[in-house]
């Protein structure tokens, strides 16, 4: 979920995401955009984090993994867990090796749900057509998600791969924007370096609802519109364990989150 923003200053943002966490029975949360740049705002975040969650009477979070911004007004991403789930969770390194454009735009960990192992990616892709923007999103690809990648492959089946984010593109214009088939060219190239990458990961609510039009941004300008940036991917194998997916239509970001619901490997 682009949350737009968790720095002190947006602690209404935050009582409400956490209401909607809440609603929506999640165990777990992939944020983008939460722009912070030090440990300060992170211990402030986790502060206001207990604070909301007392207020609202909701199950506690745990931050499983975070990589900051290098500025206060984009960027930054961050997994939280609930707070039962922490025992779950697979030590990791501090720091995840990658080129220093995925600063505040990639983060991971391994938790262990439902009988399945859950390698889970947050990434954050920056929008437009410029030279550094072409290059983080080919660096990306090319480096973190193309090892995130071959590393499930090498675990016969072991694990199970998630990305999910806001990838600031889509892959079928005609249901995935307003500018319809014709739309959003550039998104184009983007596309087949992503399905490169992941031949095997799947869009899990296009896997359930193959027609339908959702929109998970909405912009009105310079003409009213919306497209489905953020998406979360499953590795094939998953797809039988998908039982539900929505947009919902609740926010305190302008964009809407995408949620999935798994079933527990049977016993």
């Not at 009582?15 to 992170?42: N, S």
């Not at 984009?74 to 720091?95: F, K, M």
């Amino acid at each position: 979920h682009n949350i737009q923003g968790l720095l002190a200053s947006h602690g209404s943002r935050l009582q409400a995401a956490v209401r909607l966490w809440a609603e929506q029975r999640l165990d777990v949360v992939c944020l983008q955009e939460t722009h912070h740049t030090t440990i300060q705002h992170q211990c402030l975040f986790e502060r206001d984090l207990r604070h909301a969650t007392l207020q609202a009477h909701t199950q506690g979070w745990k931050v499983a993994a975070y990589s900051w911004s290098g500025s206060t007004h984009t960027a930054g991403v961050l997994i939280l867990i609930r707070q039962g789930l922490a025992s779950a969770l697979e030590p990791q390194q501090a720091t995840i090796s990658g080129p220093p454009c995925i600063k505040g735009r990639y983060t991971e960990c391994i938790l262990h749900w439902g009988g399945h192992r859950l390698h889970i990616c947050n990434i954050y892709l920056p929008p437009g057509t410029t030279a550094v923007a072409t290059s983080t999103r080919q660096q990306i690809f090319e480096t973190v998600l193309a090892n995130s990648t071959a590393q499930t492959m090498g675990t016969n089946g072991d694990i199970t791969l998630i990305w999910a984010g806001d990838f600031n593109f889509v892959e079928n214009p005609e249901l995935d924007s307003s500018a319809g088939r014709d739309g959003r060219q550039a998104d184009r190239p983007i596309t087949a370096m992503r399905q490169q990458t992941g031949p095997n990961m799947v869009d899990a609510h296009r896997h359930l609802h193959p027609r339908r039009r959702d929109f998970t941004h909405l912009y009105h300008a310079p003409t009213p519109g919306g497209s489905r940036l953020d998406r979360i991917y499953i590795n094939e194998p998953m797809l039988p364990y998908i039982c539900y997916t929505t947009i919902s239509f609740h926010t305190p970001s302008d964009h809407r989150p995408a949620v999935i619901h798994l079933l527990p490997h049977a016993i």
